[in-house]
């Protein structure tokens, strides 16, 4: 099992001007997938492609993680304990998921 960011795929509501498009670095063999915030906070999602986990860099504690699948049900929620956040991932089925992180939104596909 994998997760993949394309930059067809990666999206984020933007009810509001607080959120500018995210930007996506790639290098060799992975992809970052980074997004701001008015505040100039800057949130890093790897590796990419993942097998077992996914990194979150640059959460603040207690930001609320959710991860769901395309129906919106819940299969992962957990409260951030750090800057950097470690994701166990090896539970999810093939398929696409939404990361939320406090209700900012970004797309996930499960390989």
Do not use: C, F, H, W
């Not at 590796?47 to 959460?59: E, K, M, R, S």
């Not at 919106?72 to 957990?78: P, Q, R, S, Y």
Request: glycine fraction near 4%; proline fraction near 4%.
């Amino acid at each position: 099992m994998a997760i993949l960011v394309s930059s067809s795929m990666v999206a984020q509501e933007q009810a509001s001007n607080d959120v500018s498009k995210p930007s996506i670095k790639k290098s060799k063999s992975n992809v970052t997938v980074s997004s701001k915030v008015k505040s100039e906070k800057v949130i890093n999602m790897y590796p990419n492609p993942a097998n077992d986990i996914v990194t979150l860099q640059g959460v603040k504690e207690d930001d609320q993680i959710v991860i769901s699948d395309v129906k919106g049900k819940k299969m992962i929620e957990l409260k951030a304990k750090a800057q950097e956040e470690i994701i166990l991932i090896e539970s999810l089925p093939a398929g696409i998921y939404l990361l939320s992180i406090n209700g900012e939104n970004r797309k996930l596909v499960v390989q």
